[in-house]
């Protein structure tokens, strides 16, 4: 047995290696200087902008020569830039930031030097406080302290419920479909918009982006119009400038009013942010204080009702509810001294205040009814809850009535309509699902701070599930509160009027109302100003994505990155929103647009879960697909109950920016889930179509245009893209196909440079289709490879268009013709049909009309009916729409003509195609001496071809020989295809070595040159070659004189001859019957039935 023995060798020859091996490496990399086969590894958008999908794999900024250069690596080291180690990789990921998008939130500019050097702040915000608490404070809202009573009020606790669980189930179900989103890798911050736009693509990104961007905005409107109420109806009524000047005018002077105030609000609010969003987010504390706050005093002021309920008598006359602060007693009389005297009330109603006689005061009701006084707020244990369990709707003027109060029912005088609390709306409970829906919003605010959170994948989740959890907790149990505690027509009455002008929810609170009215005040500031900060980012978001060019100007800003014109366009939709001044009719409009958004937050999470697309991989695992469609229903029911006109108005803004940005062309690839969904409906598309061919109803071309290219990757006749658009109209299937002659590893670059030129002039031409460009060592074996492989299942070509070889004649390269007649021979053997358009560069440009003119069809033998098919799907476009149609179809001496004409006529009538029709007679006649020349002159043409081929064929074999004697000469046949497909540069000098016997066949060659041209002389054509050309003369003749004058003639394609001797007298015979032709489109057929005449 060999015994070996191993002994360790040290590498001291390593430091040596490279130059041993000649590779002398200079590392361009840290110069900054470029270096040969450097490509930038950062995947980018072609704008500049990174993509999101790849964010730390960039080679070109932190590879060092020790990644490329180690000793167990050899084997990768030349692929190393683009495929990094793993060591390198994780390094990156680790130091890998999540930066806001947007803009620096502070106010100082720093020099770049400073901020070069100083480090990234990372991310250190938790659940509590970079989710929970900012999720809650954008969730309550203005609804809860100015509506929720009335909503309570008008609906019952029990439809009130329904509202509150309906709203906030769907923001739940919203939430979890967010968080399966959110927390599928990192989120940078954008919230709804990024997560939607990279689900589910730019197109749907940007409208519902736009759509998020909208209801934040009207958000802004809302609250400012919200703060605006409580100001002038509760804190300074003083200050209103605008006063009713009837009973009848105090809406439109509160609007007036609201419009003015809410106009200076939002003009300060947009300064105060315009000079630094810092001031803001220092005073959110403060705002949310206040909503915590006031919350706390609502549930303190009603389980104080429980034993000392506070006191706020109503006044009611009969069953109705009177306007408490325009009077002092509520009584008819009241006593000074020993008198009974009118009471103020007594004054309001009766213009004769000095009789107390009840029979001679004006207003009937009044005399006809007592005065009574009920509490305002019983509390909780007075069971008033019976009575508030149900709802009681009203007509817009309709005067709110107590139902147990005895009352007689007499009219009234219009003049006493002001001193009674009346309905300021009519009210209905889809109503209230759009006025109470923004109060369930702000779900989004824990994922639009995605950039400062420590763990983003796990706060999101838990702190906005939770608070979605604690404000539909709150807001149920606001429901049952107030119907327990609060008089029904307290909490029908909107504006207070009849607990003596306070805010309703505030007389339940503990220790006083005014704790709710600053509390909400301050809140809905606030409110107001944490939208205006974050709508103008937001826009700046989608701005700087580029999906939608004519924002590219919001995503400017100050230098420091505010967005200025985003904050300027956001003053002024909400200055929009403003104007209508009825915080009613703003609060259906934003919730349109949020429903919108999170209508798609649930489709983006339900379609990727379906698709089972690899990347979805969610941290977050309580989702499931039916849970995001039952959101996504949920939002579309909501949307249309609310107010189905806004949501119609909504969803058309929606569409015309998704159809905008698919008509730019938003050159994006973001991974989304729309792609997926499009690969999965073709896949099964295309599975169904592989069942069988189509039937003969359904038959269209579907067409491979093989293209010809020049040196300069140029489409040589880009007049075939022209005629293959006509024909197609947008329909069916076009693959443009190209070959380039050479070596596929060598002419990579190439394929891609000569695609891409394909591409831009489909696009000119405005062909749908698909481009493939194929490598090949011969070009007729690269037009077998595309005639044979594209398309794919049922989706393949069932028609070649290719152009006509224009000067084959004058060429002594036979390839062109002889790759033409391949191509035609390759065709018939796959049953494809075929169209060759001669003259194509005469043919129509797609922006020219023919006004008049006709399309020729001459059937002249039947090979599946494309003939009457190709016209009419011609006319279909309008370059051809006004040319009329003539089919001519030939008979010949034993045929009836008459017979055939009226046969051919019933036949087009079947097939509902509207043509003339003509039976041209072609008479037996003998060969004309100009039959028997021309087939002369064509045969004596090729037989000097071939002898000029063999002559020269002989010279380049000699010269190849002496050329490479030390190499393994392929022998071959004189007319081999690889002698004729091989193209060899032709040496320029070449050294020969003649000897005796070389002379002398050199010398029998010259002398035979002469008997050659003898041979040529005294030939006699062939037979069957002269009765081919006499069919193409006559066939000409007849041609030529009926449709000289014709658009476009089709005819019949003769099939190329069996023997492939005859090739070259094949396309003379072709030339001779198209003679004199301005636009022919020569169709041979795929040998199957392709029009039918039954329906």
Same mark, same amino acid.
């Given at each position: 047995?060999?015994?070996?023995?191993?002994? #360790?060798?040290?590498?001291?020859?390593?430091?040596?290696?490279?130059?041993?091996?000649?590779?002398?490496?200079?590392?361009?990399?840290?110069?900054?200087?470029?270096?040969?086969?450097?490509?930038?590894?950062?995947?980018?958008?072609?704008?500049?902008?990174?993509?999101?999908?790849?964010?730390?794999l960039?080679?070109?900024?932190?590879?060092?020569?020790?990644d490329?250069?180690?000793?167990?690596?050899?084997?990768?080291?030349?692929?190393?830039?683009?495929?990094?180690?793993?060591?390198?990789?994780?390094?990156?990921?680790?130091?890998?930031?999540?930066?806001?998008?947007?803009?620096?939130?502070?106010?100082?500019?720093?020099?770049?030097?400073?901020?070069?050097?100083?480090?990234?702040?990372?991310?250190?915000?938790?659940?509590?406080?970079?989710?929970?608490?900012?999720?809650?404070?954008?969730?309550?809202g203005?609804?809860?302290?100015l509506?929720?009573?009335?909503?309570?009020?008008?609906?019952?606790?029990v439809?009130?419920?329904?509202?509150v669980?309906?709203?906030?189930?769907?923001?739940?179900?919203?939430?979890?479909?967010?968080?399966?989103?959110?927390?599928?890798?990192?989120? *940078?911050?954008?919230?709804?918009?990024?997560?939607?736009?990279?689900?589910?693509?730019?197109?749907?990104?940007?409208?519902?982006?736009?759509?998020?961007?909208?209801?934040?905005?009207?958000?802004?409107?809302?609250?400012?119009?919200?703060?605006?109420?409580?100001?002038?109806?509760?804190?300074?009524?003083?200050?209103?400038?605008?006063?009713?000047?009837?009973?009848?005018?105090g809406?439109?002077?509160?609007?007036?009013?609201?419009?003015?105030?809410?106009?200076i609000?939002?003009?300060?609010?947009?300064?105060?942010?315009?000079?630094?969003?810092?001031?803001?987010?220092?005073?959110?504390?403060?705002?949310?204080?206040?909503?915590?706050?006031?919350?706390?005093?609502?549930?303190?002021?009603?389980?104080?009702?429980?034993?000392?309920?506070?006191?706020? !008598?109503?006044?009611?006359?009969?069953?109705?509810?009177?306007?408490?602060?325009?009077?002092?007693?509520?009584?008819?009389?009241?006593?000074?001294?020993?008198?009974?005297?009118?009471?103020?009330?007594?004054k309001?109603?009766?213009?004769?205040?000095?009789?107390?006689?009840?029979?001679?005061?004006?207003?009937?009701?009044?005399?006809?009814?007592?005065?009574?006084?009920?509490?305002?707020?019983?509390?909780?244990? &007075?069971?008033?809850?019976?009575?508030?369990?149900?709802?009681?709707?009203?007509?817009?003027?309709?005067?709110?009535?107590?139902?147990?109060? !005895?009352?007689v029912?007499?009219?009234?005088?219009?003049?006493?309509?002001?001193?009674?609390?009346?309905?300021?709306?009519?009210?209905?409970?889809?109503?209230?699902?759009?006025?109470?829906?923004?109060?369930?919003?702000?779900?989004?605010?824990?994922?639009?701070?995605?950039?400062?959170?420590?763990?983003?994948?796990?706060?999101?989740?838990?702190?906005?599930?939770l608070?979605?959890?604690?404000?539909?907790?709150?807001?149920?149990?606001?429901v049952?509160?107030?119907?327990?505690?609060?008089?029904?027509? @307290?909490?029908?009455?909107?504006?207070?009027?009849?607990?003596?002008?306070?805010?309703?929810?505030?007389?339940l &609170?503990?220790?006083?109302?005014?704790?709710?009215?600053?509390?909400?005040?301050?809140?809905?500031?606030?409110?107001?100003?944490?939208?205006?900060?974050?709508?103008?980012?937001?826009?700046?978001?989608?701005?700087?994505?580029?999906?939608?060019?004519?924002?590219?100007?919001?995503?400017?800003?100050?230098?420091?990155?505010?967005?200025?014109?985003?904050?300027?366009?956001?003053?002024?939709?909400?200055?929009?929103?403003?104007?209508?001044a009825?915080?009613?009719?703003?609060?259906?409009?934003?919730?349109?647009?949020?429903?919108?958004?999170?209508?798609?937050?649930?489709?983006?999470?339900?379609?990727?879960?379906?698709?089972?697309?690899?990347?979805?991989?969610?941290?977050? $695992?309580?989702?499931?697909?039916?849970?995001?469609?039952?959101?996504?229903?949920?939002?579309?029911?909501?949307?249309?109950i609310?107010?189905?006109?806004?949501?119609?108005?909504?969803?058309?803004?929606?569409?015309?920016?998704?159809?905008?940005?698919?008509?730019?062309?938003?050159?994006?690839?973001?991974?989304?889930?729309?792609?997926?969904l499009?690969?999965?409906?073709?896949?099964?598309?295309?599975?169904?179509?592989?069942?069988?061919p *189509?039937?003969?109803?359904?038959?269209? *071309?579907?067409?491979?245009?093989?293209?010809?290219?020049?040196?300069?990757?140029?489409?040589?006749?880009?007049?075939?893209?022209?005629?293959?658009? %006509?024909?197609?109209?947008?329909?069916?299937?076009?693959?443009?196909?190209?070959?380039? %002659?050479?070596?596929?590893?060598?002419?990579?670059?190439?394929?891609?440079?000569?695609?891409?030129?394909i591409?831009?002039?489909?696009?000119?031409?405005?062909?749908?289709?698909?481009?493939?460009?194929?490598?090949?060592?011969?070009?007729?074996?690269?037009?077998?490879?595309l005639?044979?492989?594209?398309?794919?299942?049922?989706?393949k070509?069932?028609? @070649?268009?290719?152009?006509? *070889?224009?000067?084959?004649?004058?060429?002594?390269? !036979?390839?062109a013709?002889?790759?033409?007649?391949?191509?035609?021979?390759?065709?018939?053997?796959?049953h494809?049909?075929?169209?060759? #358009?001669?003259?194509?560069?005469?043919?129509?440009?797609?922006?020219?009309?023919?006004?008049?003119?006709?399309?020729?069809?001459?059937?002249?033998?039947?090979?599946?009916?494309?003939?009457?098919?190709?016209?009419?799907?011609?006319?279909?476009?309008?370059?051809?729409?006004?040319?009329?149609?003539?089919?001519?179809?030939?008979?010949?001496m034993?045929?009836?003509?008459?017979?055939?004409?009226?046969?051919?006529?019933?036949?087009?009538?079947?097939?509902?195609?509207?043509?003339?029709?003509?039976?041209?007679?072609?008479?037996?006649?003998?060969?004309?001496?100009?039959?028997?020349?021309?087939?002369?002159?064509?045969?004596? $043409?090729?037989?000097?071809?071939?002898?000029?081929?063999?002559?020269?064929?002989?010279?380049?074999?000699?010269?190849?020989?002496?050329?490479?004697?030390?190499?393994? @000469?392929?022998?071959?046949?004189?007319?081999?295809?690889?002698?004729?497909?091989?193209?060899?540069? #032709?040496?320029?000098?070449?050294?020969?070595?003649?000897?005796?016997?070389?002379?002398?066949?050199?010398?029998?060659?010259?002398?035979?040159?002469?008997?050659?041209?003898?041979?040529?002389?005294?030939?006699?054509?062939?037979?069957?070659?002269?009765?081919?050309?006499?069919?193409?003369?006559?066939?000409?003749?007849?041609?030529?004189?009926?449709?000289?004058?014709?658009?476009?003639?089709?005819?019949?394609?003769?099939? !190329?001859?069996?023997?492939?001797?005859?090739?070259?007298?094949?396309?003379?015979?072709?030339?001779?019957?198209?003679?004199?032709?301005?636009?022919?489109?020569? @169709?041979?057929?795929?040998?199957?039935?392709?029009?039918?005449?039954?329906?």
């Open positions: 047995m060999p015994h070996f023995t191993v002994v #360790p060798v040290e590498d001291r020859a390593q430091s040596n290696y490279d130059s041993l091996e000649g590779i002398n490496w200079v590392d361009y990399r840290d110069t900054g200087q470029g270096y040969p086969g450097h490509q930038d590894t950062v995947s980018s958008d072609g704008h500049g902008n990174h993509k999101e999908d790849s964010p730390f960039n080679s070109a900024d932190a590879a060092k020569k020790s490329f250069y180690d000793r167990n690596l050899a084997l990768f080291e030349e692929e190393l830039d683009i495929r990094p180690k793993v060591s390198s990789l994780l390094s990156r990921l680790v130091n890998y930031t999540n930066i806001t998008q947007g803009a620096k939130e502070h106010e100082e500019e720093e020099s770049a030097e400073a901020s070069r050097r100083k480090a990234p702040k990372s991310p250190n915000m938790g659940t509590l406080m970079g989710v929970y608490l900012p999720c809650l404070q954008n969730i309550f203005v609804i809860l302290f509506r929720l009573t009335w909503i309570v009020g008008t609906a019952g606790i439809q009130s419920f329904l509202i669980l309906m709203c906030c189930s769907c923001t739940m179900l919203t939430a979890i479909s967010m968080s399966a989103i959110a927390t599928n890798g990192v989120v *940078p911050a954008g919230g709804a918009y990024f997560m939607i736009s990279r689900s589910l693509g730019p197109e749907f990104g940007g409208a519902v982006g736009l759509c998020f961007y909208l209801g934040t905005t009207f958000a802004a409107a809302m609250y400012i119009l919200g703060a605006i109420e409580i100001f002038l109806k509760y804190l300074v009524p003083q200050a209103a400038i605008f006063h009713a000047t009837d009973p009848h005018g809406d439109s002077a509160l609007l007036n009013n609201m419009r003015v105030y809410g106009s609000c939002l003009s300060l609010m947009a300064v105060v942010v315009f000079v630094g969003v810092k001031y803001v987010n220092k005073l959110a504390s403060l705002f949310l204080a206040c909503v915590i706050i006031s919350i706390v005093s609502i549930y303190a002021g009603a389980i104080k009702s429980i034993t000392h309920p506070p006191e706020f !008598p109503i006044c009611m006359l009969g069953n109705r509810t009177l306007v408490r602060d325009l009077f002092d007693v509520c009584a008819k009389t009241v006593m000074e001294g020993n008198d009974t005297v009118p009471s103020q009330l007594w309001n109603f009766c213009t004769n205040p000095g009789n107390l006689s009840s029979t001679h005061c004006d207003d009937d009701y009044f005399s006809q009814n007592n005065v009574t006084e009920i509490q305002g707020i019983p509390g909780l244990a &007075s069971g008033i809850i019976r009575e508030n369990m149900w709802g009681d709707y009203l007509q817009k003027a309709e005067i709110l009535e107590k139902a147990g109060l !005895p009352s029912d007499v009219h009234g005088a219009m003049e006493s309509f002001g001193l009674y609390v009346s309905a300021d709306i009519a009210t209905s409970f889809t109503l209230l699902v759009g006025i109470f829906f923004p109060s369930a919003t702000g779900i989004m605010a824990g994922s639009n701070r995605s950039g400062d959170l420590r763990d983003a994948q796990k706060s999101i989740p838990v702190g906005t599930i608070a979605i959890t604690t404000t539909s907790l709150v807001y149920f149990s606001s049952v509160l107030f119907g327990a505690c609060i008089e029904g027509v @307290v909490l029908r009455d909107k504006f207070g009027d009849a607990v003596n002008k306070n805010l309703v929810v505030g007389t &609170s503990w220790p006083s109302p005014w704790v709710i009215v600053i509390g909400s005040f301050f809140s809905t500031v606030g409110a107001g100003l944490q939208s205006l900060t974050g709508a103008p980012r937001l826009l700046q978001a989608i701005a700087k994505d580029n999906i939608i060019p004519f924002l590219r100007v919001f995503g400017h800003g100050k230098a420091n990155g505010e967005p200025t014109w985003a904050l300027l366009l956001t003053g002024l939709i909400a200055e929009l929103g403003i104007l209508i009825s915080l009613d009719m703003v609060a259906p409009i934003l919730s349109m647009f949020f429903l919108m958004c999170y209508l798609f937050v649930n489709l983006a999470c339900a379609v990727q879960t379906l698709l089972r697309t690899p990347n979805w991989r969610p941290r977050f $695992r309580y989702y499931h697909w039916a849970l995001s469609f039952l959101g996504m229903s949920m939002c579309l029911a909501l949307m249309f609310s107010s189905w006109y806004y949501a119609i108005v909504a969803m058309c803004i929606a569409g015309m920016i998704y159809k905008y940005i698919e008509y730019q062309g938003a050159e994006k690839e973001w991974g989304d889930g729309i792609r997926g499009s690969l999965s409906g073709a896949r099964y598309a295309l599975l169904r179509l592989e069942v069988g *189509p039937h003969t109803k359904n038959w269209r *071309p579907q067409l491979l245009v093989l293209l010809k290219l020049d040196e300069d990757l140029h489409v040589k006749y880009p007049r075939l893209l022209t005629f293959a658009s %006509q024909l197609k109209a947008g329909k069916g299937l076009t693959i443009v196909g190209s070959v380039i %002659q050479g070596n596929f590893l060598e002419s990579y670059g190439e394929t891609q440079a000569a695609e891409q030129a591409k831009n002039m489909m696009e000119i031409e405005r062909v749908k289709g698909f481009c493939q460009v194929v490598v090949a060592s011969k070009v007729r074996e690269g037009i077998a490879h005639i044979q492989s594209c398309g794919l299942g049922g989706m070509h069932n028609t @070649v268009v290719m152009g006509w *070889p224009y000067g084959w004649r004058q060429s002594e390269d !036979p390839r013709w002889k790759t033409f007649i391949n191509t035609v021979r390759c065709t018939t053997a796959a494809l049909a075929l169209m060759v #358009p001669k003259n194509v560069s005469f043919y129509p440009s797609n922006h020219e009309r023919f006004t008049d003119g006709n399309i020729d069809v001459w059937w002249i033998v039947h090979d599946g009916g494309m003939l009457m098919l190709l016209p009419f799907l011609l006319k279909q476009h309008k370059v051809w729409r006004k040319c009329k149609m003539r089919i001519f179809t030939v008979a010949q034993d045929d009836n003509s008459i017979q055939m004409k009226k046969d051919l006529a019933t036949f087009l009538y079947q097939l509902r195609i509207e043509a003339e029709v003509e039976v041209v007679e072609m008479h037996d006649s003998d060969i004309s001496a100009y039959t028997y020349e021309r087939t002369l002159m064509m045969e004596q $043409r090729s037989q000097m071809l071939r002898q000029m081929r063999l002559s020269s064929a002989e010279r380049d074999r000699e010269a190849q020989l002496v050329k490479d004697r030390h190499s393994l @000469v392929r022998m071959g046949s004189l007319y081999s295809d690889e002698e004729e497909e091989v193209v060899e540069p #032709p040496p320029e000098k070449v050294q020969m070595t003649w000897t005796r016997e070389k002379c002398e066949a050199e010398r029998r060659n010259r002398n035979n040159a002469p008997e050659n041209f003898r041979e040529l002389i005294s030939l006699k054509p062939d037979q069957s070659n002269v009765r081919r050309m006499h069919t193409a003369v006559k066939l000409n003749e007849v041609i030529v004189n009926k449709s000289h004058d014709a658009r476009l003639v089709l005819l019949n394609m003769p099939g !190329p001859p069996r023997n492939t001797d005859g090739d070259e007298n094949y396309m003379e015979f072709l030339e001779v019957l198209t003679e004199g032709l301005e636009r022919v489109l020569l @169709v041979r057929g795929g040998g199957r039935e392709v029009i039918t005449i039954y329906s």
